[in-house]
């Protein structure tokens, strides 16, 4: 495994269409480097457990409102400080995301961002979400060759695997539509600002683990 050299703390913004793998690479990274994590997702999807407007809004497929999700986004902000490597899974999303954003890295002193694109084929994405299960508890989505997904058990929670809402193929394929056209000015963004990586997701969990460790290397070295 390639190690992450150290450089100066950033804000690493990670993307991609549903089901490209963005989880899993997140998780690596927060495992391996000690990044500080925050899924937009993951704060909505525990959100909705007690919020039935939240939940609604993630059974039809549809966003919550950015003036909600820049104060959930900016509260996780102030708790983590300035001085830390920070992970920011599926943020911004539109045009006005990324405004608010950049209101907050400014209100908040923030250090750079660097946006991480896993870049997968759609039709490749559809296949793999209609066999995604995922743990209610840890929230762990197991490889489809592990021994969990085979007995759909968690074998860390001895809890039965599910299906979450919204990867239904219906809200799938509405999303990566959607999606595609949304992140296309972000994209051109931060390409801009020459602080745009792209990753490929179309390979094994390893291959981009490890791409994704070198191009982060080649960054750090590019921006000292």
């Known amino acids: 495994m390639v190690q992450l050299l150290q ?10 269409l549903p089901g490209a793998g963005k989880g899993t690479q997140s998780a690596f990274l927060v495992e391996k480097y000690n990044f500080q994590y925050i899924s937009i997702g993951s704060i909505l999807r525990e959100k909705a457990k007690s919020d039935k407007s939240i939940a609604q ?24 400080g300035r001085a ?13 995301q990324l405004k608010y954003l950049l209101e907050i890295q400014k209100e908040l002193q923030l250090p750079e961002f660097l946006l991480i694109y896993l870049k997968a084929d759609p039709k ?3 296949k793999r979400l209609e066999k995604r299960l995922i743990c209610p508890k840890c929230k762990n989505i197991p490889d489809s060759n592990s021994k969990s997904y085979r007995e759909k058990l968690c074998q860390k929670c001895k809890v039965r695997l ?3 809402l919204d990867d239904d193929p219906k ?13 296309k ?12 990586v792209y990753i490929n997701g179309n390979q094994s969990i390893t291959a981009t683990s ?3 460790i070198k191009k982060l290397n080649d960054y750090n070295q590019k921006s000292e």
């Open 185 to 196: 000015p972000i994209l051109k963004y931060f390409a801009a600002k020459n602080q745009l």
């Open 84 to 96: 830390q490597n920070v992970l920011i899974d599926g943020y911004p999303r539109n045009n006005q």
């Open 57 to 80: 809004i993630q059974k039809e497929g549809k966003l919550v409102s950015d003036d909600r999700i820049r104060q959930l986004l900016k509260d996780e902000l102030m708790k983590i």
């Open 210 to 212: 490890n791409e994704l």
């Open 7 to 16: 450089s100066k703390p950033k804000i690493i913004l990670f993307l991609s």
């Open 171 to 183: 809200i799938v394929r509405k999303r990566i539509s959607e999606d595609l056209i949304r992140q």
């Open 162 to 164: 599910i299906k979450r």
């Open 124 to 126: 490749i994405l559809l």
